[in-house]
């Protein structure tokens, strides 16, 4: 049973380009939800995706958008890059049923973005 | 807005001894989740257990257990007989059904041979 995927790794840019994270979610789950931790800090949510639209979405600029594909997989893209987005981010699956998603999200390992 | 506490940034225990991870919270909502995830030098967040809050009974995994306190909006994570691979960021979360995880900001555990 594969777990939450997620690609690359690692990724370094510079500032003002552009950069796309992606993600797989756990076989059976339905529902992606994406989340920055920055350096010694809890993970902060951004967004989340159910049915390839935005269900939910934390206190991120437009800059933060995401996309989730029929397979269930989804992408963030970051526009513009500050040097404030460096950090982790990570992706949770979760399966929604009766259009609700259940409480329990499982996370990848995560892609570690660098700007310089 | 709901918010989580952790008040301990580190702590450290030995090898076989007990140790307990400290969490409050603060909403206003009746029926709410709450976990415990743990996160390695690798990275990758795991979950470590999960309360209902509607539930009065503890959960327990193995050597992880909670003593939840509702009224107290208490969230505590008791480690028994610890193993060195349990030296982790441990982080407190809370969530209802559906919406986006609020964490705290961790607790870096480590554990002595």
């Known amino acids: 049973d594969a777990g939450v995927t997620q690609s690359p790794t690692h990724l370094i840019k510079t500032r003002g380009q552009q950069v796309t994270l992606r993600c797989s979610p756990k076989?059976?789950?339905?529902?992606v939800s994406w989340y920055q931790q920055a350096l010694g800090q809890g993970p902060q949510f951004i967004f989340q995706?159910?049915?390839?639209?935005?269900?939910q979405r934390g206190n991120f600029p437009d800059r933060f958008s995401g996309h989730q594909f029929p397979n269930y997989s989804s992408e963030l893209n970051v526009n513009a890059l500050l040097l404030g987005d460096s950090a982790l981010y990570l992706c949770a699956s979760s399966f929604t049923q009766d259009r609700i998603s259940t409480d329990t999200q499982y996370f990848g390992p995560g892609t570690r973005l660098t700007v310089l | 807005a709901q918010t989580v506490t952790q008040s301990q940034p580190e702590m450290s225990v030995q090898e076989a001894e007990t140790v307990t991870l400290s969490c409050t919270y603060d909403?206003?909502?009746?029926?709410?989740?709450l976990f415990w995830y743990k996160q390695p030098p690798s990275r990758q967040m795991i979950l470590v257990i999960r309360?209902?809050?509607?539930?009065?009974q503890n959960a327990t995994e193995n050597r992880f257990s909670v003593n939840f306190q509702k009224a107290a909006k208490s969230f505590s994570l008791k480690i028994s007989d610890s193993q060195l691979g349990d030296a982790a960021m441990y982080f407190c979360a809370y969530g209802l059904a559906g919406t986006a995880l609020i964490f705290g900001k961790g607790t870096t555990l480590s554990v002595s041979s």
């Open positions: 309360q209902e809050a509607y539930k009065q």
């Open positions: 076989s059976g789950h339905d529902t």
């Open positions: 909403t206003s909502e009746s029926d709410y989740y």
């Open positions: 995706y159910y049915e390839e639209e935005e269900r």
